[in-house]
């Protein structure tokens, strides 16, 4: 059934379909209807919703939910995330899986809460102290906001880690048509490096702690221990990237020149392709829906790169490591980028 | 059950006469009495000294972060109502930079039997001012005494809702095992205050050893309080 | 067929409602492609309010308007604003009353006092955005009237169907009587 859908309710409705049971938030633009209809649609499935004090007690609150055997999220913006951080590291060093949304806003601090921005590729990616690794899906259209919110908790389950689905105030906030399933059937494989995951109450009694711990979870001071358990913690994403990768190509194969996007970029850089495309430029769009751990695979070929982004350039700087002749456009006046401003890129580097 | 069955493992970090012990004890008597078994049990602990109980108690323990072990344990509470879960904190973590939770918690009068060993200091970090140190007690941040009031978190409790709300020392280790008792058994938000003895990083730089201030507990302690008197008992049930 | 559409005026007169009207009109009653957005201020009412609504028969890729068919402003500084991004031969369309400093573009400029006929004949500011949509269909016949009603009635309270449907027919005859 073809249905308008918002994107932040796209995301309720991927959460729901993927289980999830518990939802706890604080309000915040531009993710509050993602709040707005888990607490009506949570209640009618046994679930639960709770609004909770601020965004440090919605993640705790998230984990400890998870703790006990429910699949939970919470949503928020950067204000909420900033707040979220220390307790994103506890899910990584405890192995609590649980997603978290950001529909991102323009700005450091309060920021401008209606505009989009990009800004929190970093944040979500280093947010939380200590070495770690984190996975980010970033969503370029309403039916993503569904599809990656669902993967966001299979990909959580399947390594016992937080994730974190990137979006921004555009696809959070935009409508289109879309078709959806109620229900996805999919099995959650187990993997190596990952250790099982026993809910509270389920009649093994452990303990959890966010300090560093050994196999049965109880703190060490044994610094062999701490380095063989922070480096599985990165090996266990690192090694699994292959099932983590979601990345889409648009007439790629005989580009000369690439324009590499995500988020609602991507929707720019389609449109920027098809007009370069009608002025006889190969043009083509690769759109990074796994942007942590980031696929360096994809830009390691001969097309000229363009890399269009809502912030100072951030992913374009990171992808400098691997290629020094990125093109970096950056845009932070809390507008999309237009396709055109893309276009006269394309044609400068084609000439 | 004898009470060392309910450690699933042991020796402890706490210092000689340290009053964390003397309250972990109690709360397992008071389980034994009721008769829970360990399965029924979660116990959920923040940063601190007091933090550290949970590593050692065989139920479902979850240490969390600094502050949060009440909006933790409220996630685990909503998706487990027929678990009893209890929740540890020190004085620094409830009524500082988990004050909040506490406040909500209590507003909510959620089903958690909140613990709080208040021994007036930052034991952990090496001794350091607590919302709740004593004017003019001696700290390392306050090494002229301390200049603000201390919470009285019961108070607090009290009027932000929660509905059990009591107050011991760990001189009142019959009194505290009884109030344990009638948490476990109070459907709402049950908030049990202890004073306890710090003797290394509070009762060292304030010229007492543990036995003193566990004499002042009982010398200072009355069910009308008032004066210098540490006023205890169960102020609403 | 591609129609990009900008509808604005202040926080408070249901343009962002009207979007999501037009949009849900075209995707679920007549089976377009369709992409609305919307731009706004921190206040709830008053300030500066846009709904983007872009309709084609073919999947859409930029979500934004680039170049407006129609334009519709509510208010003088909607106008000031958004009155240029009409594209040549598209239509602007005005509220008679709140825009009294009307631009000149390469198009059709209509006004019609939608706010005052909803006050007056509907007794309802609140269904000012339900006048302004009858009109634009009435002008353009971009959806059919029916689908609009149609899509009306799922996004608006149970019970103001009637005066919904009232508040569109007069801002379509109103319309009909310029076109």
Redesign the interface.
Known sequence: MVELLQGNEACVKGALAAGCRFYAGYPITPSSEIAEMMAVELPKRGGVFIQMEDEIGSIAAVIGASLAGARAMTATSGPGISLMAENIGFAIMAEIPCVIVDVQRVGPSTGHATKPSQGDVMMARWGTHGDHRVVVLSPSSVSDMFWLTFKAFRFAEMLRTPVILLSDEIIGHMRTDVELPDEVEEEIPELEDVPSFHPFGGGKRYHVTGLVHDETGFPTNDGEIIEKQLKRLIRKIERHRDKITIVERLNVEDADVVILAYGCVVRSAIRAMYLAREEGIKCGVVDVKTLWPFPYEVVESEFKLIVPEMNSGLIADDLRKVRNDVISITKMNGEIIYPHEILEIIRRVSN | MRIRDYFRRLPHIWCPGCGNGTIINAMLRAIDEVGLKKDEIVAVSGIGCFGRATGYLDFYTLHTTHGRALAFATGIKLMKPEMKVFVLMGDGDAAAIGGNHLIHAARRDIDLIAIVANNSIYGMTGGQVSPTTPEMAKTTTTPEGCKERPFDLCELVLAAGGSYVARWTTYHVRQLQNSIKEALEHPGFSFIEVFSQCPVQFGRRNKKDHIQMLREFKEKSSLEGGGDKIKIGVFRR | MKYEIILSGKGGQGLILAG?IL??AA??YE????????????EARGGASKSEVIISDEP?????V?SADIVVALSQEACDIYAKMVKRGGILILDEDEVQKVPEIEGRIYRIPFIRMAVEEIGKAIVTNIVTLGSLIGLTEILSPESVIKAIENRTPKGTEEINRKAFELGFKAAKGLA
């Open positions: 999501i949009a849900e995707a679920i089976g377009l492609h369709v992409v609305q957005t919307q731009s706004y201020g921190p859409i890729d930029f979500p934004k680039t």
